[in-house]
């Protein structure tokens, strides 16, 4: 069955370094990988979106890689500040048109000042 | 600047009682979602509806039921509410046109936090 893995423990890292969270999925061949931020008891809001003919995508101190042999996408938030703290869900979509968009579990970070 | 409207944030019901969730989006999207979130579980995509009186099943359908009669407005329904049913419901929506603002990217709403005593 389609899987999607996102590390399920919380990462803590410094103020200004770099956090790197992971995305793995399986059984599944998704147009567009996706990127939400989630703060607690609120939706999730867009960051990035992927597709599978790109192999990286850059947003301010965002940057996502998406390796369809590996199965695999990273995020990378650069100069992390403590406002960074939240969950981070992936998100795929099959081909175009399916309308269907199936979540990972989401990895919470914590920025520490 | 609200986007995505869920009529409301916390709900406190009884079980057996019918519940109506509202969702409306004022960015005219084709697309609408409704998703539940638990702890470990993620989102869970319960239907979609990608245009008005149509419908389709998500993953885990069985107990609830929606409406869509206007294309701004997407309704779920709990036809009899049991305690598995609480959790936090999540309304979202997308754009169809390839190139438009918001096409293939989800916009949630702020979330109602649904409790069946």
């Known amino acids: ?113 | 600047d609200v986007k995505v409207t869920q009529s409301s944030r916390y709900l406190v019901k009884r079980t057996g009682e019918k519940v109506f969730l509202e969702c409306v989006q004022d960015m005219d999207h084709e697309n609408m979602f409704w998703y539940r979130q638990d702890p470990g579980l993620g989102l869970r995509l319960i239907y979609f509806s990608y245009d008005v009186k149509m419908k389709e099943k998500g993953d885990i359908p069985e107990g609830y039921s929606v409406s869509r009669e206007k294309k701004e407005r997407f309704s779920l329904i709990l036809e009899s509410a049991s305690t598995n049913q609480t959790s936090m419901y999540l309304c979202a929506s997308s754009s169809r046109e390839a190139g438009a603002a918001g096409a293939n990217v989800l916009t949630f709403g702020a979330g109602s936090r649904l409790t069946v005593l």
């Open chain 1, 1 to 113: 069955s389609q899987k999607i893995e996102q590390n399920s423990e919380a990462l803590n890292i410094q103020e200004g370094k770099t956090a790197t969270l992971t995305c793995n999925y399986t059984n599944y061949s998704p147009a567009y990988l996706q990127w939400y931020r989630q703060d607690p008891g609120r939706g999730p809001v867009f960051l990035l979106l992927i597709r599978e003919n790109e192999k990286e995508k850059r947003k301010e101190r965002l940057k996502v890689t998406f390796d369809t042999t590996l199965k695999q996408s990273l995020f990378h938030i650069t100069a992390s500040q403590p406002a960074d703290s939240a969950t981070y869900l992936c998100a795929l979509e099959g081909s175009s048109g399916t309308y269907k968009y199936i979540f990972g579990t989401g990895t919470r970070l914590k920025v520490l000042a």
